[in-house]
């Protein structure tokens, strides 16, 4: 299995990298074309959960970062 990466973009979306399922609540499933994916993080895309570049529009700041507590190489 490749391995799948998700690299957070400063007040942008998630970007999954990797052959990935994304299915929503129901279980219903999306089709996702390529192995590039980006996810909507600032709640405004009209196409959630994708990103479809709201967030230049919108206002959204997120510049925070997360502790890391298990960093591997
Ligand atoms: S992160 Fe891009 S539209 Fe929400």
Redesign the pocket.
């Known amino acids: 299995m490749d391995e799948v990466t998700v690299k957070v973009?400063e007040s942008?979306?998630?970007l999954v990298r990797g052959k990935v399922t994304i299915t929503d609540c129901d279980g219903n499933r999306y089709v996702v074309e390529g192995d590039n994916v980006?996810?909507?993080?600032?709640?405004?895309?009209?196409?959630?959960p994708?990103?479809?570049?709201?967030?230049?529009e919108?206002g959204?700041c997120a510049t925070e970062r997360a502790t890391l507590v298990n960093e591997r190489a």
């Not at 994708?50 to 230049?56: A, K, L, T, V």
């Open positions: 973009r942008g979306p998630y980006a996810l909507c993080r600032c709640g405004g895309s009209r196409t959630k994708f990103c479809d570049g709201s967030h230049r919108n959204f």
